[in-house]
């Protein structure tokens, strides 16, 4: 590989790597909201896509690595995917063991990083002959995919209805858009949909706002507290296989290659089931719940790596809810990638591997031992510093920016419906996985349904 190439590589991955390590810090920022915007605007702005694959792939270990620390420290989790271990967390929170629950979780993220960049080129090699037949029924593969998803969920009968209410308003607002004359007909718009389904529970909890009732019933009487405990900082470099212990260490190890073979499934659904299942035989208060930690931070990293190589180095459509969601850009961002053109045509194998590897090293090398060592520091100086507001204020305008870009003014009103509705219907348990799939199979089965 060009060595101008390697260096660009080594930039993107640092800027991730100070980025979202700040971000994963942040409560409450949704990966799918704070990736995949940036990804796509890379994408659309020309960016060499070996170049993108590395910074995102570094700022999903950094993130990762780092979402682990308000959940240890303050009992908030700093993303969806850190939201399961919570409990076990303020477990030991209780038992006067935070430090302990952040390098268990940090640890946990490293062995589920170095499991899963191996295993899903290893995977992705050996799907690659079925790519062909895949691509042939990716419309039908995502409706099914959609309906495993709903079935898997809490709330199925409302997910499985939602399918096919969220593909009709779909099609009926790209109806509209060519009725109007705003882009020419048969132009699909894709990437302002996507977008509104990312910002959905943002954009409606935003709207609430504008209710009377539901912003008084949100009106605290005082700011929250949040007690953020001095703790002793490690002086050394840490080392995740003496923090974790050897049992730890295959569970972990284990879960990460369960976590990376099922990459098509919801990564939270598998991470809370393969921790429950690798704690459940452990005795003891602190060492189930270090258990559990470890392996769940270890599953979300193998999820999030499987589920975007292996449909980008094998399969070029994207197969798994990571794809489907924050790595979306990779596969669909018109016009500079499309489903029939897109990364996975134009980046080699080599070129792919290369760059997951640089941009997982760069991310595991610097954020770990700062997460590690400085995890209270960093959490106060973002509590402090850095307000919640302005994460969500800085991805709402670059929503709104491609969606303009996409469709005009009338771009951005559809972005607003098509989010409000998306948001209700994730208040209602219908997670990001059902919508991003009903997103793609839209055409088909309301084509189907005609």
């Not at 909201?33 to 270990?61: D, E, Q, Y």
């Not at 079935?151 to 593909?167: C, P």
């Not at 949100?218 to 050394?236: G, L, N, R, S, W």
């Not at 990459?263 to 189930?288: A, D, H, N, R, Y």
Request: proline share 6%; charged share 10%.
């Amino acid at each position: 590989m060009d060595p101008m190439m390697l260096l660009q590589m080594l930039v993107a991955a640092l800027i991730a790597v100070v980025v979202y390590t700040a971000i994963g810090v942040a409560p409450g920022t949704d990966e799918t909201a704070v990736l995949a915007p940036v990804t796509l605007a890379l994408v659309v702005a020309g960016i060499p896509l070996p170049v993108v694959l590395s910074f995102f792939m570094a700022a999903i270990v950094a993130k990762k690595l780092t979402d682990s620390i308000p959940v240890s420290v303050a009992g908030i989790p700093g993303g969806v995917m850190s939201a399961p271990m919570v409990e076990h967390a303020l477990t030991l929170k209780r038992e006067g063991q935070a430090t302990l629950a952040i390098r268990k979780m940090a640890s946990g993220s490293v062995i589920g990083t170095l499991v899963a960049v191996p295993i899903s080129l290893f995977l992705a090699f050996l799907l690659t002959p079925l790519a062909d037949v895949l691509g042939q029924y990716a419309s039908q593969i995502f409706f099914l995919g959609a309906v495993f998803l709903a079935l898997m969920s809490r709330e199925k009968v409302i997910s499985l209805v939602s399918i096919v209410v969220l593909a009709a308003l779909i099609q009926a607002l790209r109806h509209f858009y060519w009725g109007m004359g705003v882009i020419p007909e048969g132009r699909v718009v894709f990437i302002s949909f996507f977008l509104g389904i990312t910002i959905g529970p943002m954009m409606f909890n935003l709207a609430q706002l504008l209710v009377n009732r539901e912003r008084r019933a949100m009106t605290v009487a005082e700011p929250k507290t949040i007690q953020i405990y001095k703790t002793e900082d490690e002086h050394k470099l840490p080392n995740p296989f003496r923090i974790l212990t050897r049992q730890e260490t295959a569970s972990a190890a284990a879960s990460s290659v369960l976590g990376s073979v099922t990459f098509f499934m919801s990564p939270v659904g598998i991470t809370i089931f393969l921790g429950e299942v690798m704690s459940s035989w452990v005795k003891g208060t602190v060492e189930k719940a270090s258990r559990a930690l470890s392996s769940m931070d270890a599953v979300t990293n193998a999820a999030y790596i499987a589920g975007i190589l292996i449909p980008l180095a094998a399969l070029g459509i994207p197969m798994s809810p990571m794809a489907i969601g924050p790595g979306n850009a990779f596969f669909n961002a018109p016009p500079v990638l499309t489903l029939e053109q897109n990364a996975h045509h134009l980046m080699s194998f080599s070129e792919i591997a290369i760059a997951s590897i640089v941009g997982a090293a760069v991310a595991l090398l610097i954020t770990y031992p700062v997460a590690v060592r400085y995890a209270r520091q960093i959490c106060v100086f973002v509590f402090r510093h850095i307000p919640h507001e302005a994460f969500l204020a800085m991805f709402f305008a670059l929503v709104m920016l491609l969606a303009y870009m996409d469709a005009g003014v009338m771009g951005i009103l559809g972005v607003m419906v098509l989010a409000l509705v998306a948001g209700l219907l994730n208040r209602w348990g219908v997670n990001y996985g059902v919508q991003f799939m009903t997103l793609y199979a839209a055409p088909w089965l309301m084509g189907l349904l005609a």
